[in-house]
Every structure is written in C-alpha cells, then in structure tokens.
C-alpha cells in the first residue's frame, strides 16, 4: 500500500494530525516499480491497450491496471483517468455515469467503484484494499421488488491527497476533502471537510 510519507500504519486520532497528512505521497510515477520493464508491467500495458480499443470513447492518459480487473463503461458516459493512476489486481469498475480520477490515484486491491451520476476522486488520493464507491442507492419504498424500483443518485466528490482506509464506503453526495483520512472499516454518509479524519460507522469526524 502506498502511504502518506509521515503517515504510521494504524489510524488514530492520537497519531494523526492534519500536518501529517499534508506531505505529497509517494507517487507511482516517481521512481517507482510501475516504471520498470517487468512481465507484470507488460502485462497491465497490454490490459490498458485492450481496454482503449475496446471503449474508444475513454478519456485516459496511460495508466496502470492489475490481473483480474473488470471496468466497464456505458457509450453515453464520460469516462476521465489521468497518468500514473494505478488499480491493483481485483478491482471493479461500473462507470455508468461520469467518473474523473486524477493523476496518481491509487486503488489497492479489491476496490469496487460503481457510477450511475457523477464520481470525481483528485489527485494523489490513495485507497485502501476493498474501499467501496457507491453514487446510488436503491430506492427501497413502495411495493414488489426492490431490484425493480430504481436507483436514486447523488453526486461523489473525493479531493486531492485524501487517505481513504481499507473497507471503507462512500456513499451517495459525499464530499470528502483534501488531505481528509477516512479510518478502515467506515461507513462515510455525510462530508468530511479538508484536513479532518472520520471513523466509524457512520463515520463521524474525529479531529
């Protein structure tokens, strides 16, 4: 997992103020093994060229993507990922709707991000293994099968450099801060502003 440089392990209201989570991260761009002529990096080269030609409508600078991940798009959305982005192995996409990921965003393992509005994540932000993005809900009044009534959406804002921790949800019209951490295992219902830390389920700010 890539870390915020002065970020310790274990998420705390304690161990975390707002300056240790302002540092740059470590980009994959930099130095790093993305860079590097290996069977892996082939391997995603070839993932990203199929996945170009396959939604020539994919606005993306070149990217690194992992064994074993599914993205898919709908032809009317518009679809944005910057350089260097990386999805590690597992990772689902559903961008229905509109979704921009900045350069450098980092996804670990098993993330799941699922569109049917608008999803925007800035620049730098990291993503712990198995984060869970959802702009819609289903709509569960009325009567007969819940599958069938519907989704309501909401806009995801994520910001620059924000730490979001492994098994996370983000929910629907959430605004989430720069350089905000969001603890593992939370469940995010409401924004959390710049520079803050949110735990917990729901998650409630923190500091």
Request: hydrophobic share 40%.
């Amino acid at each position: 997992m890539i870390m915020p440089a002065t970020v310790p392990d274990t998420i705390t209201a304690n161990t975390i103020t707002p300056e240790t989570v302002k540092p740059a991260l470590v980009s994959p761009a930099n130095n790093s093994q993305f860079r590097r002529l290996s069977v892996e990096n082939i391997m995603a080269a070839l993932r990203y060229l199929r996945l170009k030609v396959r939604y020539p409508s994919l606005q993306a600078d070149l990217f690194f993507i992992g064994p074993n991940c599914d993205i898919r798009l709908n032809p009317n959305s518009q679809v944005s990922i910057g350089r260097a982005v990386c999805f590690r192995r597992d990772f689902t996409g559903s961008f229905r709707g509109n979704v921009t990921i900045e350069h450098d965003v980092f996804f670990n393992r098993g993330c799941y991000v699922a569109s049917l509005e608008s999803v925007t994540i800035g620049h730098d932000t990291i993503l712990g293994e198995y984060v869970s993005i959802h702009d819609e809900n289903h709509v569960f009044s009325g009567s007969g099968p819940i599958r069938a009534r519907g989704y309501t959406t909401k806009p995801i804002v994520i910001g620059s450099n924000a730490w979001i921790g492994a098994k996370a949800t983000i929910l629907a019209g959430v605004t989430i801060g720069d350089n905000a951490v969001i603890g593992a295992n939370a469940v995010v219902t409401h924004d959390v502003p710049p520079f803050s830390i949110a735990l917990g389920i729901p998650a409630r700010i923190v500091k």
